[in-house]
């Protein structure tokens, strides 16, 4: 998890942004809600942020000056300013600060989530990239050996697969698992730990496919299966994928296959 440090000197402020925000979603845990700018440069000094978000106007020490403090201490560190003030100054000084995001009070929940959401990708790609460049080790770890273990055919065997081999595998044995319920992007995406932004854009990345795409083909390649080795009925089929509507199984099935579930199960 990435970590979190919240500065505000207002309680409701603070308390709400703590409490309310969906922080797991995002990859991320507060590490700390202080008010002060002090109290934040001493949980700087002590642990390692990955985001800080901060009020700018705080008595004592500004948004601003904390987060020129901060970033000698910590120069990769992301930082959201949240200010009840639309003065183009704030603004200004946020930019030379190469602030991630800006967001206006009464805070718009909506809003502050996409911020949030656009640092958490940022995080999770570099996190990706200095995975990349780590050395590898010379013998493959059992885990890793799983990993590479061959799979039924599926997308996952096209040669298009490159990075995040054995969360993919994981995310396709969830999906396979879940085949009789309405298989959502952000259910799963959260259930993985990501953010739905991220998720869909990395799921595709290393598929080739929309998750949405995926999940049908899935679906659809199991009741294939079941048309040609059971005797349940069609409506029974589409039932046990999840399908509440016999004739939109139907009409997907045949865009797929190019007829229908009865003139398919009749040639097997």
Not at 18 to 25: A, N, R, T
Not at 118 to 123: A, E, G, H, M, R
Not at 213 to 226: N, P, T
């Amino acid at each position: 998890m990435f970590k979190v440090l919240l500065v505000d000197d207002e309680d409701l402020d603070l308390h709400g942004m703590e409490q309310f925000v969906p922080w797991s979603c995002y990859r991320m845990e507060v590490l700390a809600a202080v008010k002060s700018g002090y109290e934040a440069l001493q949980v700087i000094k002590q642990h390692h942020i990955d985001l800080l978000v901060t009020d700018i106007r705080m008595p004592g020490m500004s948004g601003l000056e904390l987060a020129r403090q901060i970033r000698t201490l910590q120069p990769s560190l992301k930082i959201i300013f949240v200010s009840g003030y639309q003065d183009f100054q704030y603004a200004r000084q946020a930019i030379t600060l190469h602030a991630n995001g800006y967001v206006l009070k009464p805070i718009d929940d909506d809003e502050l989530f996409q911020e949030i959401s656009n640092v958490s990708i940022q995080l999770q790609e570099e996190l990706k990239r200095t995975r990349l460049q780590s050395p590898r080790p010379s013998h493959p770890t059992a885990t890793e050996q799983r990993s590479q273990t061959p799979s039924r055919t599926s997308l996952l065997d096209q040669p298009g697969l490159k990075r995040n081999q054995k969360l993919i595998k994981e995310i396709d044995q969830y999906i396979q698992t879940h085949l009789g319920e309405n298989i959502l992007l952000h259910e799963v995406a959260f259930h993985f730990g990501f953010s739905p932004n991220y998720f869909g854009r990395l799921f595709k990345e290393e598929i080739g496919a929309s998750f949405t795409d995926y999940v049908i083909r899935k679906k659809l390649e199991e009741a294939a299966h079941l048309l040609c080795n059971s005797r349940l009925k069609l409506y029974e089929i589409a039932q046990r994928l999840g399908y509440s509507s016999l004739t939109y199984f139907g009409r997907q099935f045949k865009e797929a296959y190019g007829q229908t579930p009865g003139d398919f199960r009749r040639q097997c």
